[in-house]
């Protein structure tokens, strides 16, 4: 592992005395602020009697610094942090093997095998799941494996053979803190206090302190832990060989059944943002200036967690069946052809807690009410407030919905009560043909044609399906903002508008066609060229795409001002003017939703396209005179229309119709030119000396491989400091 940099609360600042404490962004002195009136707490000291016992024993979990934050310390220029580690991981595995091969009869030979994998990682620092720094805790990924798998192979006949195979393999991953390492009876009898307790699975909230006076927080990923994960598959192929004549057919089957259970990646154990905006000047108005003081008085900026701990039950059947045959037309000239017919059964929820969002089911008359923001006349202050029973209710719950107002799950269709328990089109049979031509052209085998070309299918990675489980109604998540985490309180706790995802209605596969044309011949000097042209074309690719996107120029508009802004009143937005640009006093996103009711929804659709070109060029030297020598060229384009996304299946895409016109471009992994050179030498063997001599110098031999090849595209963007999209582009969502 690398140095972890962290900056963890001093001894002074556990007690409350924050008048050594510097900001990360200066390295000046931070102010605290009291948030009760929200002036600052003299020698920003908090008095002992007003500090929170949870969140001071949350800050006593991490150790003392090791490092000194301070103006003229001894640290790399520039740096904000007072703490360093850098401990190793171990990651031990064990696999037992067990197989057997036996010769039943002539005709008829058996195989089988066991396996066994052990592998019980330790990774300090986390990972996707329980990331953690400093390591206050160790963190557990044991990934046990077994798979048994056994099979035969008869021969019927002297141009006939049968071969069938069958296996099981499972594997887990579990990944967690042993022995109550981030548990929430680490703070004693007052634990962190969360809305669900039901949901939380006895770990700590996530927490984070990061914020305008304090950089490279500490922090621990413990929302959705822990993280567990059963899959099981269980693989059957049979096929049929025969020789009949000039002909070679094959015909067979293939099935595989997979059953997944996973925790979803909900924060049901909650997650906290202690971070500062740099005082109660900011959006919150309980800001003390600093994410540790903020956690000593149970000041938050965000709670957020999930009502629910949900394991989703995901299950498929792949089943595909297929025909080929090799025709030897003639002595030169061979024809491969054959058809392949698949099913992908649409993975689903077998439990039925996924749930997908359609539009076709939204009622706009059904939508909830928001709490508008309002001055309250009664003190002059910005507030939220309900016209219709002319209610007011502290500035934090602007925006958020208004309890019995409406369907709080509009539009949401659950599995197996609409639609079917896929959530999506069954595509049924998917046709698969491919053919190849293979032509000596001289009958020499010096001088070869090959062409041919086939239509492939796969289906979409389980994450997709996965997230179904985090919709409404099994999974609504609840933010609350700007409050004490002892006020916390799930009978008053309003509902944020959801954000939401939606299976592609149609179901499409993702479709590729492939095909080559290319031209084999041999050189002189024991060389063989081969010259080719490859290309695909993919269809039916996944792409994310807002359904609840913001078209440009919306913040700029009369609609989108936030009314309560240049009134003057208290926590009221300045006027647009000096400092102020357009887009600045725009309301919350959700005001000005499309999809009412609702934050994003995030369409997952089978729409993007891409293709592939490209000359392939290898030269190969067989062995002969202790060389070998091979240079592969290839100088090809790869395009598609969704690039910005990690695996390029959760790229989003504009929600427009140009999307084309502002996406189609290289695809992230395209490279226009590869060389590759790959050479063994054997070194001569020297006619003189000795057995000594001969035993050092004989036998050796040089071999490499030396790769060149062009630049991953470039992806030019544009920032605007102290900016955001609703004053550069006057979308919430597009930028």
């Known amino acids: 592992n690398t140095a972890h940099n962290v900056t963890v609360p001093t001894a002074l600042e556990r ?3 924050f008048s050594q404490s510097v900001s990360s962004a200066n390295h000046k002195a931070v102010t605290i602020y009291d948030p009760s009136n929200g002036q600052p707490f003299p020698g920003a000291v908090i008095p002992t009697s007003r500090l929170w016992a949870p969140g001071q024993a949350l800050l006593n979990l991490y150790p003392l610094p090791n490092q000194t934050l301070a103006a003229g310390a001894n640290l790399p220029s520039g740096a904000t942090y007072n703490y360093q580690t850098q401990l190793p991981g171990a990651s031990p595995r064990r696999e037992d093997l067990l197989r057997l091969d036996y010769n039943v009869t002539e005709k008829l030979r058996v195989f089988g095998h066991y396996i066994k994998d052990i592998s019980n990682a330790g990774i300090p620092y986390g990972t996707w799941v329980l990331g953690i720094n400093p390591p206050i805790a160790p963190i557990s990924e044991p990934i046990p494996g077994n798979s048994l798998a056994g099979g035969a192979t008869y021969m019927i006949s002297p141009t006939m053979t049968n071969e069938f195979n069958i296996g099981y393999t499972n594997n887990s991953i579990n990944i967690f803190a042993p022995n109550n390492g981030l548990g929430q009876s680490l703070l004693g009898s007052t634990p962190l206090p969360v809305l669900y307790p039901n949901a939380n699975q006895g770990y700590l909230p996530q927490v984070g302190f990061g914020g305008n006076n304090l950089a490279n927080s500490p922090t621990f990923g413990s929302s959705d832990a822990p993280f567990i994960n059963y899959n099981t598959t269980i693989d059957i192929t049979d096929s049929v060989s025969k020789v009949w004549r000039s002909h070679v057919i094959k015909a067979g089957y293939y099935m595989q059944r997979s059953r997944k259970d996973q925790t979803s990646f909900g924060a049901f154990n909650g997650s906290y943002n202690f971070g500062d905006q740099g005082g109660p000047t900011g959006a919150n108005p309980l800001d003390t200036g600093y ?16 009502q629910n701990h949900i ?10 069946q297929y025909v080929q045959d090799a025709w030897k037309i003639t002595p030169r000239l061979t024809l491969d052809y054959g058809l392949r017919a698949s099913w992908y059964q649409p993975q689903y929820d077998a439990s039925l807690q996924a749930s997908t969002f359609e539009l076709s089911l939204w009622n706009p008359a059904q939508a909830p009410r928001l709490y508008q923001p309002a001055v309250n006349p009664a003190n002059n202050t910005r507030s939220a407030y309900d016209p219709v029973t002319k209610t007011y209710l502290p500035v934090n719950n602007i925006g958020l919905m208004i309890p019995g107002s409406g369907n709080f799950t509009n539009g949401i269709c659950q599995a197996g009560t609409c639609v079917n328990k896929y959530l999506t089109q069954d595509r049924g049979i998917q046709w698969g043909p491919r053919i190849g031509l293979a032509w000596d052209v001289t009958g020499k085998q010096d001088f070869v044609i090959r062409t041919g070309g086939g239509i492939y299918y796969d289906r979409i990675q ?12 099994e999974a609504f998540s609840v933010t609350q903002n700007y409050g004490y985490a002892q006020q ?17 209605p149609t179901g499409k596969v993702p479709t590729t066609y492939s095909y080559q044309f290319s031209i084999q011949k041999r050189l002189p000097l024991d060389m063989i060229l081969d010259v080719a042209y490859v290309g695909s074309a993919s269809r039916h690719q996944q792409d994310n795409r807002n359904l609840n996107w913001s078209a ?5 508009t009369a609609a989108a001002t936030d009314p309560t802004a240049g009134t003057g009143c208290i926590g009221c937005a300045a006027a647009l ?4 640009p357009l887009g600045s006093n725009a309301l919350p996103q959700n005001f000005m939703s499309r999809i009412y009711g609702y934050s994003n929804i995030n ?6 396209n891409g293709n592939y070109n490209a000359l392939q060029v290898n030269l190969q030297r067989r062995a002969a005179k202790g060389l070998f020598l091979g240079v592969a060229y290839t100088w090809s384009k790869a395009m598609a229309t969704a690039l910005s996304g990690g695996t390029n299946d959760n790229s989003f895409v504009r929600p427009d119709q140009y999307n084309r016109m502002a996406n189609y471009s290289p695809a992230s992994f395209d490279r226009h030119q590869v060389l590759a050179v790959n050479y063994v030498y054997l070194i001569p063997i020297p006619e003189f000396g000795n057995a000594l001599t001969k035993l050092i110098t004989n036998g050796w031999r040089i071999s490499g491989v030396t790769i060149a090849q062009t630049g991953a595209p470039f992806t030019p963007g544009v920032s605007v400091q102290n900016s955001s999209n609703q004053v550069v582009t006057g979308s919430y969502t597009e930028g």
């Open 552 to 556: 440009f120029g919306t913040t700029f």
């Open 15 to 17: 007690k409350g005395d």
């Open 311 to 320: 394991n989703g039950k995901y299950r498929y059947w792949n089943i595909e």
């Open 462 to 473: 389980g994450n997709r399906t996965f997230d179904t489980v985090t919709n409404p109604p």
């Open 577 to 580: 003017g000096t400092g102020r």
């Open 291 to 306: 994410g540790f003081s903020n956690a000593l008085l149970g000041v938050y900026q965000s709670f957020n967690q999930a």
């Open 603 to 608: 369409l997952y659709e089978s729409a993007s």
């Open 488 to 504: 916390l309180n799930p009978a008053t706790a309003l509902l944020s508008p959801p954000t939401a995802v939606e299976v592609d």
